[in-house]
């Protein structure tokens, strides 16, 4: 059970923003031996926390594991312990000055100041006293450092591991100023010139005719100073325009419960970096303040306005910090100095990691399209207020968004917002499993919630060991894409977020078994923690090598076709150097750094060089900045069910990615099934290991029909069903050479391991109840999985391909797909041989062989041999000038001289 002070009814921002900057000036006005006694106080809980700090990292030395680590103090909640707030430029006391390592990187050490403080003398005490006191103090703190060190040890073991839900060390208050260098800067925007407003809104801005709705057009570009912590971060911000994709719409629903749709949305969301710091990250919002956070390569902050949001008033703002500073200080004890770069403890991510990840993975951007459902509860945490509550829910998908894109090379884009202003649409628990379930229920059920994945976002805390849940690999499904995600704070609503999104990308819980499986799933990060991590002392910011592997084999095996589809921007506001070809422009390479990076030779100042016709894009050839010709495959296939994707030989764009249709023959005796080659075989060696295999047909006759534990086709509630014998491989998996414990997933119960005598032969048939997260039973046989000729499992039962109801391609040749010339695509689209052409493939017509001539290297050498050619040509006219004027001038001293 969580033990943490409860926040009102009231939104969080009220919440976390209760008067404790009055009480602090409260207790500042006190009489001189009060502050003499607090700061003695504070002295005693500094000491308290190094030694709770010491002890607990040292007993991780020998746990090691993210289920010890114990939890920390719910999110979104109001603490009883809660540091005072700051005010802009103090200090907090200390007993010694703040070491260089703890310095933000890139900024300037504060300026020592010395300062006295007139305290009265305190009153004379003996000496036997003063000891005897001293004594007695320490006694006491030991006892209680003990006594809070054994009860976490008991707690951690006694209880399910909690998402961490707090972690913040510190916090400021600061006023940021927004920085205009321009005097038509200032002309253009609502901000005053060296003001501290901080609207990003351009001043007359035309509203794009393609929207129904007239929203506010924000700044390209901006820049934020944000004094916190003794230093002055600059923040270079850029308008993050893969945020919101082409079509996006949000949706309300009237006191009537009608349904209230808009085309479009606001935009004032950003990504970033620090001035002057490489590895910095920045992700933030300025439709009501700053919103969002940024890392510094040695800290991760989150900043928010201390109150209700007004861009016209220079309101404070609330910095978080989280510090690794103790963890620095006793790592020579952990043996952890070694290979470890603390600095990926925010948004950075391990410099071998990264570089390991974009060589492994597919160059091409991923790019998941998510819908968002704010619940009522939500609503009303923010005061009722829709533009609040829908911004609110786009800022944290725009620091998700950041998270993946940086390190997964994955973008999440919103196609759809949906906010349940009148009442809840399902019953929204407690339990976040019913509440899955329902919420996938009224997905399947709404047309209007479409996209590769949705997601709700509720107001509700779950009374579960996870702040969140979402159904592993379902991405790109409509019965299994998607996810529920509890009230927090920002950070602890971020992380739950890219937790969700990245089961639904095939990441597992960083747990025993999923350490099994890839030979250990430990994070690097001792303090910070990882995303995926069911545990964490910090608010993480990063994957583990673990995860980031998870999701490469999940692409691999095909799990992710629809990812691969780039959604159309919806706000496309022209600015040459910002990497978007927008309206007006033929090309954009960006800012001339990355222009000279490999595309400068087709590209300058938003225009094609001579005779480039591309400058980008996947079917695109950097040296001839020529359209690729027609055939070259511009995305392999990823598996037997996967189908390449060849050049149109007219464009840049790469075709939109499809798979093959379901029930396609693959893998000799498997099924293609929604991109991935279904066997009985590779399920065993998925859930036991590369030994597992799948059991005999006798075995499944002999357990299945009987409906107990150990056989069955499934459960209504609490019994089992008996298969029929024609069901049989349907029901409940069976496999040979298991392994002691699942590779994934937790076993629920004792494993099943039964022996058949069958032809005086011993056959194994072992399986068990491996349970995800969502509530997944992976002891099943999946669907899809043949069962026989022409016929394959669907829902347990064993049913003809023809159950699928799939449309058929075109073709000439009645019962031959597609002419017999390419194969039918999940789309119901012919995908043709090389040569072939048409709806139904059946045009030949042979792509002619091109020999690249040698030199020849594009327009600047195309450019090069004019100018050869030119000068050649002046060249010989000049000679022959010289020569007939030389001829002329020989010619006419013969005639003086004659004469």
Same mark, same amino acid.
């Given at each position: ?166 972690? *913040? ?133 989150? =900043? ?241 090598? @673990? ?126 099934? =929604? ?12 859930? *036991? ?151 139904? @493939?059946? =045009? ?56």
């Amino acid at each position: 059970m969580r033990t943490s002070l409860r926040c009102s009814a009231r939104p969080r921002l009220a919440c976390e923003s209760q008067p404790l900057s009055i009480e602090w000036r409260q207790q500042q006005q006190r009489e001189e031996e009060d502050r003499e006694e607090r700061q003695q106080r504070q002295q005693q809980q500094q000491q308290r926390r190094r030694l709770h700090h010491r002890s607990r990292l040292r007993a991780d030395k020998g746990a090691r594991s993210p289920a010890a680590r114990p939890a920390r103090a719910a999110h979104g909640r109001c603490s009883a312990a809660a540091l005072p707030l700051l005010e802009p430029g103090e200090r907090r006391a200390s007993p010694s000055p703040p070491s260089s390592s703890s310095r933000p990187r890139g900024a300037a050490a504060p300026a020592m100041t010395a300062t006295t403080r007139t305290t009265r003398a305190a009153p004379r005490i003996p000496t036997t006293l003063t000891t005897l006191t001293s004594l007695t103090s320490l006694a006491t703190l030991t006892l209680l450092t003990l006594l809070l060190v054994v009860a976490e040890q008991g707690l951690a073991a006694a209880r399910p591991a909690v998402v961490a839900r707090g972690g *913040w060390a510190q916090r400021e208050l600061t006023r940021p100023s927004r920085l205009l260098f321009r005097v038509e800067d200032a002309q253009r925007e609502s901000a005053a010139p060296g003001g501290h407003l901080l609207s990003t809104v351009l001043r007359g801005a035309a509203t794009d005719s393609k929207q129904q709705q007239q929203h506010a057009q924000h700044a390209a570009l901006a820049s934020f100073l944000v004094p916190a912590f003794g230093s002055s971060f600059t923040l270079d911000l850029q308008l993050n325009h893969d945020l919101l994709a082409l079509g996006y719409r949000e949706r309300h629903f009237d006191e009537d419960g009608k349904p209230v749709e808009k085309q479009g949305g606001e935009l004032c969301h950003y990504h970033g970096k620090l001035r002057g710091i490489s590895d910095s990250f920045v992700a933030v919002s300025t439709c009501h303040g700053l919103h969002g956070m940024f890392h510094d390569g040695n800290h991760t902050y989150l =900043i928010e306005p201390a109150g209700l949001a007004d861009a016209q008033e220079a309101q404070p703002h609330i910095v978080y910090r989280g510090s690794d500073q103790d963890v620095q200080a006793f790592l020579p004890e952990l043996g952890q100095t070694g290979g470890l770069n603390m600095s990926a403890g925010g948004l950075g991510l391990l410099n071998s990691a990264k570089v390991r990840v974009r060589r492994e993975a597919e160059v091409e951007m991923k790019y998941v399209e998510l819908t968002i459902v704010n619940d009522h509860i939500m609503f009303k945490k923010h005061r009722q207020i829709l533009g609040l509550t829908n911004n609110y829910a786009k800022s944290i998908v725009n620091m998700v968004d950041a998270i993946y894109k940086e390190q997964l090379n994955t973008r999440v884009v919103l196609v759809s917002m949906e906010t349940w202003t009148d009442e809840n649409r399902i019953t929204v628990s407690t339990d976040p499993l019913q509440t899955l379930r329902a919420f996938m229920k009224y997905r399947r059920q709404s047309p209007r919630t479409d996209g590769d994945t949705a997601h709700l976002l509720s107001g509700l805390m779950f009374e579960s060991s996870h702040s969140g849940v979402a159904y592993f690999g379902g991405v790109c499904s409509l019965q299994r894409g998607g996810g529920v995600n509890e009230y927090g704070n920002v950070g602890a609503m971020v992380v739950t977020l890219a937790q969700g999104i990245g089961q639904n990308l095939g990441m597992l819980w960083h747990n025993s078994k999923a350490a099994a499986r890839g030979g250990g799933c430990q994070c690097t990060d001792i303090w910070y923690g990882c995303i995926m991590e069911v545990t964490g002392q910090m608010l993480p910011m990063r994957f583990s090598q @673990c995860s980031i592997d998870e999701y490469q084999e999940f692409l691999q095996a095909g799990g992710g076709a629809c990812l691969f589809n780039k959604p159309t921007q919806l706000f496309e506001q022209p600015e040459c150097g910002n990497g978007f070809v927008e309206l007006g422009e033929e090309c954009d390479c960006g800012s001339p750094t990355e222009c000279s990076e490999g595309w400068d030779k087709c590209c300058k100042k938003c225009t094609f060089t001579h005779g480039a016709i591309c400058s980008s894009g996947l079917c695109c050839a950097p040296n001839s900045c020529q359209f690729i010709t027609r055939g070259e495959e511009c995305r392999h296939a990823v598996g037997e069910c996967d189908l390449p994707e060849t050049c149109p030989g007219d464009s840049v764009q790469c075709p939109p990615n499809v798979h093959k249709q379901d029930g396609y023959s693959c893998n000799k005796d498997g099924r293609c099934y =929604i991109g991935q080659c279904k066997t009985r075989e590779k399920q065993c060696k998925y859930i *036991w290991g590369d030994k597992g295999m799948s059991s005999e047909r006798q075995c499944y006759d002999k357990l299945n029909i009987e409906g107990t534990e150990k056989g069955n086709c499934g459960r209504k509630e609490d019994s089992w069903l008996q298969c029929s014998k024609h069901d049989v491989l349907c029901g409940f998996l069976l496999c040979t050479n298991v392994s002691r414990e699942p590779q994934l997933g937790e076993l629920q119960g004792d494993s099943v391991k039964v022996s058949i005598r069958h032809n005086g032969h011993l056959l194994e048939c072992s399986g068990g109840h491996i349970m995800l997260a969502d509530g997944s039973d992976l002891g099943y046989v999946e669907d899809g999985t043949p069962c026989g000729p022409d016929v394959i499992c669907l829902d347990h039962k064993c049913q003809p391909l023809q159950a699928l109801n799939l449309s058929g391609c075109p073709s000439v040749i009645q019962g031959t797909a597609c002419s017999g010339h390419g194969v039918c695509s999940n789309e119901a689209r012919c995908v043709c041989e090389r040569h072939w052409v048409g709806n139904d @493939c059946s =045009i030949y017509s042979p792509i002619p062989e091109v020999v690249p001539t040698k030199g020849s290297e594009g327009p600047s050498r195309v450019s090069q041999a004019t100018n050869k050619l030119i000068g050649a040509v002046a060249g010989t006219i000049l000679a022959l000038g010289v020569i007939f004027g030389g001829t002329g001038w020989g010619l006419e001293n013969i005639r003086k001289r004659s004469e």
